[in-house]
């Protein structure tokens, strides 16, 4: 099943308008969605994420409407709880951090993934006073910002404390970005993966 010309655009603000008249997109492996960018009689490598693949087969608008491939919106206020999973990645990320993994005690990766997290939660309130153009935040959401701090904060306290004697393993990459050729395509597959580790016996585990 192949999109019209027309449903294709745009993908990118990176690609020219010329480049954007010589696009298509088309329905690829298991439904996965592929851009192809034609250019000087020659098809540029598509990527193909899988947030793109699960919106494109969920809904077409959807998909349109906020893949980065495409429109790219965003919501003015994203839903609170897609921020508050956000501000623990950004947690997650320093607790685990491989270069000082084996140089800190749990209390300490605790104490670092607490400030990435609040740092994270501060940065998504800005975002909500700059979208808005209001000088302060409603009472509303500063009590649902100080709610997501509490809950992280302990959250972050209690996992340190009890993954303390239990996490027996080495971490290698956080948040690792990866691309994969699509095999018979010119195309590649992206994704990112949370942690990557190393266990006692060797083996890596994803």
């Keep these: 099943y192949t999109l019209s010309l027309h449903d294709a655009l745009p993908i990118s603000n990176s690609i020219s308008r010329q480049e954007k008249s010589q696009m298509t997109s088309c329905v690829g492996p298991r439904g996965s969605v592929i851009i192809l960018l034609l250019s000087k009689g020659k098809t540029r490598v598509a990527i193909i994420r899988t947030s793109d693949r699960g919106s494109f087969?969920?809904?077409?608008?959807?998909?349109?409407?906020?893949?980065?491939?495409?429109?790219?919106?965003?919501?003015?206020?994203?839903?609170?709880?897609?921020?508050?999973?956000?501000?623990i990645h950004a947690g997650f990320e320093e607790y685990y951090d491989p270069l000082w993994w084996t140089k800190t005690t749990w209390q300490e990766r605790s104490a670092s993934a607490i400030g990435a997290f609040k740092a994270q939660c501060e940065r998504q309130k800005l975002r909500r006073l700059t979208v808005s153009g209001d000088e302060s935040l409603?009472?509303?959401?500063?009590?649902?910002?100080?709610?997501?701090?509490?809950?992280?904060?302990?959250m972050f306290k209690n996992y340190g404390q009890y993954y303390a004697d239990k996490d027996m393993f080495t971490p290698l990459y956080t948040e690792l970005e990866f691309e994969v050729p699509i095999e018979g395509t010119d195309h590649v597959y992206q994704g990112r993966i949370d942690l990557v580790i190393e266990d006692a016996y060797g083996e890596y585990w994803i």
């Design 57 to 87: 087969k969920a809904c077409r608008r959807k998909w349109d409407l906020g893949s980065k491939l495409r429109q790219n919106y965003e919501p003015v206020a994203p839903a609170k709880p897609l921020e508050f999973g956000t501000a």
């Design 138 to 154: 409603s009472l509303e959401e500063e009590e649902d910002f100080a709610e997501r701090l509490l809950l992280g904060v302990e």
